[in-house]
T-cell receptor, first 116, second 114 residues
Framework: GAVVSQHPSRVICKSGTSVKIECRSLDFQATTMFWYRQFPKQSLMLMATSNEGSKATYEQGVEKDKFLINHASLTLSTLTVTSAHPEDSSFYIC????????????FGPGTRLTVL | AQSVTQLGSHVSVSEGALVLLRCNYSSSVPPYLFWYVQYPNQGLQLLLKYTSAATLVKGINGFEAEFKKSETSFHLTKPSAHMSDAAEYFCAVSESSGNTPLVFGKGTRLSVIA
């Protein structure tokens, strides 16, 4: 149990296009999901906290108009990278908070975004 | 603010040898500490966590870690490495037991030599 999926696992897009990444909690409800970004050989950096039914909370330095987050249901949060540029190329990982297990976070497998 | 430093981006051990992955933290509040493992093309899996109970924490796959406040450390150990332990390991700190964002270290890649 407690599985989190991400789709797509890998995406390549042209500069200027928008890309949507989905994060789903498959067997539990998650009122809170977190979005992280991981650059090569670096740690995961928190981008934003996504709460079901309310606006996401963004970390300092993360452009909310560029990284749109929608948490419309208890099992789905989406991250849309708008007008993507090569510097947005990265590994994006989400985690979902499973409240019944003492608040443990379960991580998705990540999405590799490459912007040409 | 919280931060984590993992000493050594790459550690290589022989199969059957002791595994020691180092993690030091900085926190202005009593920390909650975690170790995660990431296999290629997979998500992060929780190995163990410290939540202010016992300072020696036992996790899955034979791993354990000891919280040492005086040294601000939370090193991960395993007595005998197995080939299947080869992966990326991340130490993380949080202000709570899990319902707040995690601050991660840069990770340590463990290689196991036959």
């Amino acid at each position: 149990g407690a599985v989190v999926s991400q789709h797509p696992s890998r995406v390549i897009c042209k500069s200027g296009t928008s890309v949507k990444i989905e994060c789903r909690s498959l067997d539990f409800q998650a009122t809170t999901m977190f979005w992280y970004r991981q650059f090569p050989k670096q740690s995961l950096m928190l981008m934003a906290t996504s709460n079901e039914g309310s606006k996401a909370t963004y970390e300092q330095g993360v452009e909310k108009d560029k990284f749109l987050i929608n948490h419309a249901s208890l099992t789905l949060s989406t991250l849309t990278v708008t007008s993507a540029h090569p510097e947005d190329s990265s590994f994006y990982i989400c985690s979902a908070l499973e409240g019944r297990r003492g608040g443990e976070q379960f991580f998705g497998p990540g999405t590799r975004l490459t912007v040409l | 603010a919280q931060s984590v430093t993992q000493l050594g981006s790459h550690v290589s051990v022989s199969e059957g040898a002791l595994v020691l992955l180092r993690c030091n933290y900085s926190s202005s509040v009593p920390p909650y500490l975690f170790w995660y493992v990431q296999y290629p093309n997979q998500g992060l899996q929780l190995l163990l966590k410290y939540t202010s109970a016992a300072t020696l924490v036992k996790g899955i796959n034979g791993f354990e870690a000891e919280f040492k406040k005086s040294e601000t450390s939370f090193h991960l150990t395993k007595p005998s490495a197995h080939m299947s332990d080869a992966a990326e390991y991340f130490c993380a700190v949080s202000e709570s037991s899990g319902n707040t964002p995690l601050v991660f270290g840069k990770g340590t890649r463990l290689s196991v030599i036959a």
